[in-house]
């Protein structure tokens, strides 16, 4: 039973590139979350998708980020024209489809580098 | 309205000792508290969890505390281990959706258990 996947593990791009980061959710998990966390703080959520639907956007930066959750292939965050705030690491997580279940598991998240 | 404070920030303890981290939340939608543990390199993983029914949650050495009344919930450690070494998020959810939330987390606690 695999766990939560992303990738790649580490990406590094120029300022102004463009950074697309993967995951794919725990196998039988419909719920995909996305959380950034900078050094030494806590995560902070950004954006709640379902497949095909962006359920809660409101932690996410209104400019340059952007989410999807297809029907079939894996999740992706699009960071566009990084700029070297974007330099974090972000996670997904994902969580049953059965309503109440509150437990959310991670990936191992992406260490996006701008330089 | 969001935020989960925790204390403290760090954190030394003596191999055998008990390790005590608390958390406040003033959310009173949250209905589900977890504790996630993570190593540096690493995605968090779920340790325990509470939803608030109960005021005791025990798993091994690890015990959840619940007060709702105070709105305060604290992770302790029993018999701490070396291998315990690592950084603890308290976080919260619920209320919003039927059941699925973003998790809002606290700063995280660096514990370093020493021999």
């Known amino acids: 039973n695999a766990g939560v996947m992303q990738n790649p593990r580490h990406l590094v791009r120029r300022r102004g590139q463009e950074a697309r980061l993967r995951c794919s959710p725990m196998k039988g998990h419909s719920h995909v979350y996305w959380y950034r966390q900078l050094p030494e703080e806590g995560l902070k959520f950004m954006v709640y998708l379902q497949k095909e639907n962006i359920i809660d956007e409101s932690g996410m930066p209104k400019e340059r980020f952007s989410a999807e959750f297809p029907k079939e292939g894996p999740s992706i965050l699009r960071i566009q024209q990084v700029v070297r705030g974007d330099s974090a690491a972000y996670f997904c997580?994902?969580?049953?489809?059965?309503?109440?279940?509150?437990?959310?598991?991670f990936g191992p998240g992406t260490r996006l580098t701008v330089t | 309205q969001q935020q989960v404070k925790q204390s403290p920030q760090s954190l030394i303890v003596q191999k055998g000792g008990i390790s005590i981290i608390n958390c406040a939340y003033e959310?009173?939608?949250?209905?589900?508290f977890p504790w996630y543990q993570q190593f540096p390199g690493k995605g968090p993983a779920l340790l325990i969890a509470?939803?608030?029914?109960?005021s005791e949650k025990k798993e091994g050495r690890f015990t959840i505390s619940f007060n709702k009344s105070a709105k305060q919930f604290s992770l302790h450690i029993m018999d701490s281990q070396p291998g315990d070494s690592a950084t603890y998020f308290c976080a919260a959810n619920g209320g919003t959706y039927s059941g699925n939330t973003p998790l809002v987390f606290g700063k995280g606690t660096r514990l370093s258990v020493i021999a």
């Open positions: 959310n009173t939608a949250f209905d589900y």
């Open positions: 997580a994902s969580s049953p489809t059965l309503q109440g279940r509150g437990e959310q598991y």
């Open positions: 509470i939803r608030p029914d109960v």
